[in-house]
Nanobody
């Protein structure tokens, strides 16, 4: 059984930083691309970032490019998302997912083509 546990969400002021973690069990973590997406009330689900199985290639949505950094540690079955220069519009529940297609395809056109099941971690940005 695949299990994903996200953590690291918190309330921070605009301009602040957070580091999210997602630890995965029950699958061959190092074989799959992994991604982060976010969901907030009244808004569509948004793909935020994706990283290839090896960690050599990363992708970002335009809304977070230059501010967020995705990374992974395959020895720890964990994917990370460093969030810097946070804005109120970054407020959302953040989830990690196993990505089925290539990262660029997932982010651009097949956002629902993923497997996820964690409870997410809440990021709140406000002053």
């Amino acid at each position: 059984q695949v299990r994903m546990v996200e953590s690291g969400g918190d309330w921070v002021q605009p301009g602040g930083s957070l580091r999210l973690s997602c630890t995965v069990s029950g699958l061959a973590f190092g074989k799959y691309a992994m991604g982060w997406f976010r969901q907030s009330p009244g808004k569509e689900r948004e793909g935020v970032s994706c990283i290839s199985w090896s960690g050599s290639t990363t992708y970002y949505s335009d809304s977070v490019k230059g501010r967020f950094t995705i990374s992974r540690d395959n020895a720890k079955n964990t994917v990370y998302l460093q969030l810097n220069s946070l804005k109120p519009e970054d407020t959302a529940m953040y989830y990690c997912a196993k990505i089925r297609p290539n990262c660029d395809i997932w982010l651009s056109s097949r956002l629902n083509d993923m497997d996820y099941g964690g409870k997410g971690t809440l990021v709140t940005i406000s002053s």
